[in-house]
């Protein structure tokens, strides 16, 4: 009995200690809360090869350094002044997909009233079936203000392939006037083979050409007015009894949009499967107005976009020369003269220039007086010509010049921003693809690399099969010339047994 009583008291005991030990000891997670909590987040995709291609304007010394973008290639420009901020593969060829229709409209609304009656044509249905249209029949008749909202905000290609007819007479007599237009501006590597931006081998721009053509666009009121606007209506036409809401594509303008930026002023948009994403962007903050160009990007043009702002006006301001500490260069004799007996004050006072918010180089500027008594007026950054300026020059700057003996001096030629001189001022930061005959061995594998990347995705397979055959071609060379010896040495040991 006692026995018994002290092995229950035994039990009683065990259970206690179980008891406690499970109140004091921390409750281990099961197998499937552990997973929960440990789960990592996806991974980000990885980033494509053009992520980590050259920006040339981190080139320029004391130049502030401007983001990787995945666009293969990218500009920052100022407006009103034409300075580049930031430069990757600006003068290299990419298809401008439906950012055309910049030209396009640029060319309407300077050519046809906004009241004019447009009657569609069988034009209409000359584009790819899958791409963006409105759903314009032949017959149908638009006013020129709605089809200018529906080119730039709804990117009908249906609409832009008409009014280039109607303005025309046919679409290439109207395409030839956009590359017209495109040589008048400076555009040096642009070609359009239609009005929509439909993709063609034969049809493409530069990210620095795009950003000039913008610019000359956003001169336009009208242009400015529709490229802001949310949303327009097109009423009832005398074929379609319905009305047509267009909704503005450029997901950067629109404030209820999760890419919406602040002080955005609109742009447009473009995509097709061979030109990747294209998008052209206007902003403005603190006194600066900038246009923002990304070719051939994937799926993170709104992310480039961005980031490119931030650059632009984080790290740059813009300034009346008159407010920073600018020297005339030292063999400019002219200009020291204009600066001694201040003629050349009030045209300081009446500029700007886009600056590095942290000047880590000095400011100079260069005159020279041309044939038509025009100064102009070279500013420069270190050895980085900012902006060249032409102003008609007074009484006062023409007897100084000739009191100097000046009477003229010829136009500094390719004085584009960005460009770097030496003694003979030849030399570019920014390369011109087009100036292929002095180009460097560098510069020339650098556009063998590029050329090499446009090619087809089937390159890879083909080199390897060339390398394969090449080695092959060697190794039975090789082979063939050691037979050919070991033939001649046969027969030159049986001439000699045969003398013998």
């Given at each position: 009995m006692k026995k018994k009583i002290k092995d229950l008291w035994k039990t009683l005991l065990l259970c206690a200690a179980v008891t406690v030990t499970s109140c004091i000891t921390p409750v281990m997670a099961t197998p499937t809360e552990n997973?929960?909590?440990?789960?990592?987040?996806?991974?980000?995709?990885?980033?494509?090869?053009?992520?980590?291609?050259?920006?040339?304007?981190?080139?320029?010394?004391?130049?502030?350094?401007?983001?990787?973008?995945?666009?293969?290639?990218?500009?920052?420009?100022?407006?009103?002044?034409?300075?580049?901020?930031?430069?990757?593969?600006i003068d290299e060829k990419r298809a401008p997909a439906s950012t055309t229709k910049i030209m396009t409209a640029m060319l309407a609304l300077e050519q046809v009233p906004f009241d004019t009656q447009i009657t569609f044509t069988d034009e209409v249905n000359n584009i790819e079936a899958d791409s963006t249209h409105i759903g314009i029949k032949p017959g149908e008749t638009l006013t020129m203000k709605d089809c200018a909202y529906a080119i730039l905000l709804a990117s009908a290609n249906e609409v832009s392939s008409g009014v280039a007819e109607y303005i025309g007479g046919d679409v290439q007599t109207f395409v030839d006037s956009m590359n017209q237009r495109a040589k008048d501006l400076g555009c040096q590597n642009t070609h359009f083979v239609n009005a929509n931006g439909l993709y063609s081998e034969d049809h493409y721009t530069?990210?620095?050409?795009?950003?000039?053509?913008?610019?000359?666009a956003f001169q336009n009121e009208t242009f400015r007015e529709i490229i802001k606007t949310p949303y327009y209506i097109v009423p009832e036409t005398n074929i379609t009894n319905e009305t047509r809401w267009l909704n503005n594509h450029h997901k950067m303008v629109l404030p209820d949009s999760s890419e919406y930026y602040e002080g955005c002023l609109g742009g447009k948009t473009g995509y097709t499967v061979k030109a990747g994403n294209t998008l052209v962007t206007y902003a403005e903050r603190n006194g600066m107005r900038l246009v923002c160009v990304v070719l051939a990007d994937i799926n993170e043009h709104y992310n480039d976009t961005r980031a490119l702002f931030d650059y632009g006006f984080n790290n740059f301001q813009k300034v009346s020369p008159s407010a920073v500490d600018l020297t005339p260069a030292k063999k400019d004799t002219l200009g020291s003269k204009l600066i001694e007996q201040g003629s050349l004050n009030t045209i300081f006072q009446e500029s700007s220039l886009i600056l590095p918010k942290e000047l880590q180089k000095s400011l100079t500027f260069e005159t020279a007086l041309e044939e038509d008594h025009t100064l102009?007026?070279?500013?420069?950054?270190?050895?980085?010509?900012?902006?060249?300026?032409?102003?008609?020059?007074?009484?006062?700057?023409l007897a100084a010049a000739k009191d100097l003996g000046i009477q003229k001096e010829e136009r500094t030629e390719g004085s584009i921003d960005f460009q770097k001189e030496?003694?003979?001022?030849?030399?570019?930061?920014?390369?011109?693809?087009?100036?292929?005959?002095?180009?460097?061995?560098?510069?020339?594998?650098?556009?063998?690399?590029?050329?090499?990347?446009?090619?087809?995705g089937w390159k890879y397979p083909a080199l390897i099969f060339i390398g394969a055959a090449l080695v092959f071609y060697i190794v039975t060379l090789i082979l063939r010339i050691q037979r050919s010896k070991k033939r001649r040495k046969r027969r030159k040991n049986r001439r000699k047994g045969a003398s013998s």
């Amino acid at each position: 009995m006692k026995k018994k009583i002290k092995d229950l008291w035994k039990t009683l005991l065990l259970c206690a200690a179980v008891t406690v030990t499970s109140c004091i000891t921390p409750v281990m997670a099961t197998p499937t809360e552990n997973t929960e909590n440990i789960a990592s987040e996806p991974e980000a995709p990885a980033k494509p090869e053009s992520y980590e291609w050259e920006i040339q304007s981190n080139k320029i010394p004391g130049w502030p350094q401007g983001p990787k973008v995945v666009a293969e290639t990218a500009i920052l420009m100022d407006i009103d002044s034409g300075s580049i901020l930031y430069a990757k593969g600006i003068d290299e060829k990419r298809a401008p997909a439906s950012t055309t229709k910049i030209m396009t409209a640029m060319l309407a609304l300077e050519q046809v009233p906004f009241d004019t009656q447009i009657t569609f044509t069988d034009e209409v249905n000359n584009i790819e079936a899958d791409s963006t249209h409105i759903g314009i029949k032949p017959g149908e008749t638009l006013t020129m203000k709605d089809c200018a909202y529906a080119i730039l905000l709804a990117s009908a290609n249906e609409v832009s392939s008409g009014v280039a007819e109607y303005i025309g007479g046919d679409v290439q007599t109207f395409v030839d006037s956009m590359n017209q237009r495109a040589k008048d501006l400076g555009c040096q590597n642009t070609h359009f083979v239609n009005a929509n931006g439909l993709y063609s081998e034969d049809h493409y721009t530069t990210a620095r050409d795009l950003a000039t053509i913008s610019c000359a666009a956003f001169q336009n009121e009208t242009f400015r007015e529709i490229i802001k606007t949310p949303y327009y209506i097109v009423p009832e036409t005398n074929i379609t009894n319905e009305t047509r809401w267009l909704n503005n594509h450029h997901k950067m303008v629109l404030p209820d949009s999760s890419e919406y930026y602040e002080g955005c002023l609109g742009g447009k948009t473009g995509y097709t499967v061979k030109a990747g994403n294209t998008l052209v962007t206007y902003a403005e903050r603190n006194g600066m107005r900038l246009v923002c160009v990304v070719l051939a990007d994937i799926n993170e043009h709104y992310n480039d976009t961005r980031a490119l702002f931030d650059y632009g006006f984080n790290n740059f301001q813009k300034v009346s020369p008159s407010a920073v500490d600018l020297t005339p260069a030292k063999k400019d004799t002219l200009g020291s003269k204009l600066i001694e007996q201040g003629s050349l004050n009030t045209i300081f006072q009446e500029s700007s220039l886009i600056l590095p918010k942290e000047l880590q180089k000095s400011l100079t500027f260069e005159t020279a007086l041309e044939e038509d008594h025009t100064l102009q007026i070279t500013y420069r950054y270190g050895d980085t010509v900012l902006e060249t300026s032409s102003t008609q020059a007074t009484d006062e700057i023409l007897a100084a010049a000739k009191d100097l003996g000046i009477q003229k001096e010829e136009r500094t030629e390719g004085s584009i921003d960005f460009q770097k001189e030496n003694e003979e001022k030849e030399t570019n930061v920014v390369p011109d693809s087009s100036s292929t005959s002095s180009q460097s061995p560098k510069g020339f594998i650098e556009e063998l690399v590029h050329n090499f990347r446009q090619l087809p995705g089937w390159k890879y397979p083909a080199l390897i099969f060339i390398g394969a055959a090449l080695v092959f071609y060697i190794v039975t060379l090789i082979l063939r010339i050691q037979r050919s010896k070991k033939r001649r040495k046969r027969r030159k040991n049986r001439r000699k047994g045969a003398s013998s």
